[in-house]
């Protein structure tokens, strides 16, 4: 079992940036790939970004060079958010996956609002 500690969210103004951090605690042996989601009332959760074990990253259009997912070890993951905009609100979610097949586990954070203000 992993659970995962998001932090970090809060109300900034458009243009400005925040710095979302997740913790992992648990069984983390094995955590694969380590990203965040969010999710706008009225829309579906969406990836915003991704990290693997090796360091390999992926993002969502929508935040590609504004957003940098980090991780400094198999515990913990971080967002940096830069020139933040209104259509980022959301509440984002911290989220690992571990192990392979019949023994592959989603876990997922309980989320951290952030709000930009125009």
């Known amino acids: 079992q992993v659970q995962l500690v998001e932090s970090g969210g809060g109300l900034v103004q458009a243009g400005g940036s925040l710095r979302l951090s997740c913790a992992a605690s648990?069984?983390?042996?094995?955590?694969?790939?380590m990203g965040w989601y969010r999710q706008a009332p009225g829309k579906q959760r969406e990836l915003v970004a991704r990290?693997?074990?090796?360091?390999?990253t992926r993002y969502a259009d929508s935040v590609k060079g504004r957003f940098t997912i980090s991780r400094d070890n198999a515990k913990n993951v971080y967002l940096q958010m830069n020139s933040l905009k209104p259509e980022d609100t959301a509440v984002y979610y911290c989220?690992?996956?571990?192990?392979?097949?019949?023994?592959?586990?989603?876990?997922w954070g309980q989320g951290t609002q952030v709000t930009v203000s125009s």
């Open positions: 989220n690992a996956d571990q192990g392979q097949g019949l023994t592959y586990s989603l876990y």
């Open positions: 648990g069984s983390i042996f094995s955590l694969n790939t």
């Open positions: 990290i693997t074990r090796s360091g390999n």
